[in-house]
């Protein structure tokens, strides 16, 4: 990654952070590496779930419908 690519500051429960520094460890990656590589995957998931048959999108109210 690039030193311009833009930050973001999350706050994470303990157990998690340390089970994503584990998996870090044992990846051979940095902390913040291994949180991008599980955001990618995150990411692609939901597309592919977006494109899977009979997947029905969960829709959330607007102001406009009030």
Known sequence: ?????????????LQLKA??????????R????EIVVGLEFYALHLEQTKKAPGHVAKQS???SSK
Request: net charge positive; glycine share 0%; aromatic share 0%.
């Open 1 to 13: 990654m690039k030193r311009n690519d833009p930050m973001i500051h999350v706050r994470t429960p």
């Open 30 to 33: 940095s902390l913040n590496a």
């Open 61 to 63: 109210p607007d102001a």
């Open 19 to 28: 089970q994503m520094q584990r998996s870090a460890d044992q990846n051979r």
